[in-house]
C-alpha cells in the first residue's frame, strides 16, 4: 500500500515575515523616539514574558496567566494596567505562533477554532462592559485556577486509563455541538475579558474531556482561538475605550521582541512531544499555577473555603463530562 509523504521540510514563510515586520518596526519607533529605555525600566516584565510567552505558546493557557499575577501581586501593577498589557502583547506573541502553526500545517480544529471564537468576541464585549466593572480579579483568579486544577485531575485520570479513544476532530459534528461551542465560547470571552485570557483554557477543557480531542490537536487550535481574541481586546481597550495606559504601553514595547520569538517556540517544542508529554506538561502548569495563586494571594479561610468548593464541584463537573456518551 502506497503512503503519500509529507513535505518534511515546511518553511514559515507568515511567521518570518511577520516577524521581519514587527521588529523593523520596533526598532524604527525606539530609535526615533530614543525609547530603549524602556528595557531597562521593565526589565521584570521582560523575563516574566520570556517564560510567559513560551508557555501561551504550548499550552492553552495564554501568557496573561502567568503575567497576571507576577505584575498584580509581585510587581504592584494594577489589574487593568496587566488586563490591557496582557490583551497588547498576546496580540504579537500569540500572532506568532498562530502563524507559525499555519505555516508548518500543525493539525488543528477548525470547527473549534470558528464556533469558538464567534462566541468568544460577543463574551468579550459582554464581559468588558457589564463584568469586568463588578468583579474581584483576586478572588476570580482563586475561583478559576481552582477550576483549572480540577480539569487537570480529571484529564490526568482520564489519560491513566488503558483503553482512552483520542481522535484529531470533532466527531459526528451536528448542530448541538455548534450551539455548545458557541455557549462555552461565550462564557470563555467574558473569563478574557477580566484577565486577558482564559478562552483558550475554558474551552479545552470541553475538548480534551468531553469531545476528547487529542492534546496535541486541541494545544494549537486553542492558540489561534486566543490570537484572534487577544486582537479583539486590544483594539477594543486602545481604539474604542481608550484606556490603554503609558505603563502598559512601555511594558509592551519592552517584551515585543522576546515574545515574538518565544511563544512560537513553544508552539514548535510541543508539536515536536508526544501527546501524553503535552498533557503532563499541561498538568505541571496548573499545579504550578494553583500553588503560586495560593501562595502570592495568601487568601483567608473564607476564600480558601470557594477554592475547596470550587475544586470539588469542578471534578463533579469534568467527571461526568468525561463520562456522557456522544
Request: charged residues 10%; aromatic residues 18%; proline residues 5%.
Amino acid at each position: 500500500m502506497s503512503v503519500s509523504k509529507q513535505p518534511q521540510n515546511k518553511i514559515p514563510f507568515l511567521y518570518i515575515g511577520f516577524l521581519v515586520i514587527v521588529l523593523s518596526s520596533l526598532f524604527y519607533y525606539l530609535t526615533t523616539t530614543d525609547s530603549f529605555f524602556v528595557f531597562k525600566k521593565h526589565w521584570a516584565a521582560v523575563l516574566t514574558m520570556i517564560f510567559g510567552s513560551f508557555i501561551a505558546g504550548s499550552s492553552p493557557e495564554g501568557s496573561a496567566a502567568i503575567a497576571y499575577p507576577v505584575f498584580t501581586l509581585l510587581l504592584k501593577i494594577s489589574p487593568s494596567v496587566a488586563r490591557n498589557f496582557a490583551f497588547a502583547i498576546q496580540s504579537i506573541g500569540m500572532t506568532s505562533a498562530s502563524l507559525l502553526i499555519i505555516g508548518l500545517k500543525i493539525k488543528v480544529e477548525w470547527s473549534y477554532i470558528k464556533y469558538v471564537t464567534f462566541g468568544g468576541l460577543f463574551g468579550l464585549v459582554f464581559g468588558t462592559y457589564y463584568i469586568v466593572p463588578l468583579i474581584s480579579p483576586p478572588l476570580a483568579k482563586l475561583f478559576f485556577v481552582s477550576l483549572w486544577l480540577s480539569f487537570g485531575l480529571i484529564l490526568w485520570y482520564e489519560n491513566n486509563q488503558p483503553h482512552r479513544e483520542v481522535f484529531d476532530k470533532i466527531q459526528n459534528f451536528i448542530r448541538s455541538d455548534m450551539f455548545r461551542l458557541i455557549i462555552f465560547g461565550f462564557i470563555g470571552g467574558v473569563i478574557s475579558s477580566i484577565f486577558g485570557t482564559g478562552i483558550n483554557i475554558f474551552t479545552f477543557c470541553l475538548m480534551t474531556i468531553y469531545y476528547r480531542i487529542d492534546e496535541k490537536v486541541a494545544v494549537p487550535s486553542s492558540v489561534i482561538i486566543m490570537t484572534i481574541e487577544t486582537i479583539f481586546g486590544f483594539f477594543i481597550h486602545g481604539a474604542v475605550i481608550g484606556d490603554f495606559q503609558q505603563e502598559a504601553f512601555e511594558m509592551w514595547l519592552a517584551c515585543i521582541p522576546f515574545v515574538a520569538f518565544f511563544a512560537p517556540l513553544g508552539s514548535f517544542v510541543v508539536s515536536k512531544l508526544p501527546r501524553k508529554a503535552v498533557a503532563t506538561f499541561l498538568y505541571v502548569i496548573l499545579i504550578v499555577q494553583f500553588i503560586g495563586a495560593i501562595w502570592v494571594l495568601k487568601p483567608p479561610i473564607q476564600h480558601l473555603g470557594l477554592c475547596l468548593i470550587t475544586l470539588l464541584s469542578g471534578l463533579s463537573t469534568f467527571a461526568y463530562l468525561a463520562r456522557l456518551k456522544r
